[in-house]
């Protein structure tokens, strides 16, 4: 888990930053996951997705003089292969687990894949110009 995701992810930062830093202009999206505040079992994955968090706020701070915006989208849960086959480990039909998980997100529906894509996309836009060393939590208003 740290290999892939805090190792993996330091060096495609390094080797992009140092392009970035030479053009004086990027934006970095780094895919973390509300798991890192914490999740019952999951401590491997929560440790790397909380590694990056810090990579992002760190690489924030020694980019921004450059003009590089470093931010993370940090999404809850989204409805994937890989999270329906958690219903099966579960011993849940695809249906309790989802009506499971709706009760849990205060907008009562499921993310998708396009709601986090949405944010990646804001947060590479010039809109997000001044948007940096921030974690965005998207989760349907789930709290932590």
């Given at each position: 888990m740290i290999q892939v995701h805090c190792r993996g992810a330091f060096l495609c930062a390094r080797a992009a930053a140092q392009q970035m830093a030479e053009r004086r202009r990027g934006k970095m999206v780094?895919?973390?996951?509300t798991s890192a505040l914490g999740n019952?079992?999951?401590?491997?994955?929560?440790?790397?997705?909380?590694g990056i968090q810090g990579l992002v706020r760190t690489?924030?701070?020694?980019l921004g003089p450059s003009n590089v915006n470093v931010n993370a989208v940090a999404?809850?849960?989204?409805?994937?292969?890989?999270?329906?086959?958690?219903?099966?480990?579960?011993g849940l039909s695809l249906e309790d687990f989802h009506r499971q998980q709706r009760g849990r997100i205060p907008l009562g529906r499921l993310g998708q894949p396009e709601d986090i894509a949405r944010v990646i996309a804001f947060l590479c836009s010039e809109e997000a110009a001044y948007v940096s060393g921030q974690v965005l939590y998207v989760n349907g208003g789930r709290p932590s």
């Open positions: 780094f895919l973390s996951s019952r079992g999951q401590a491997n994955y929560a440790t790397a997705k909380a690489l924030a701070l020694e999404p809850g849960f989204v409805d994937t292969a890989m999270t329906r086959a958690v219903a099966g480990r579960l």
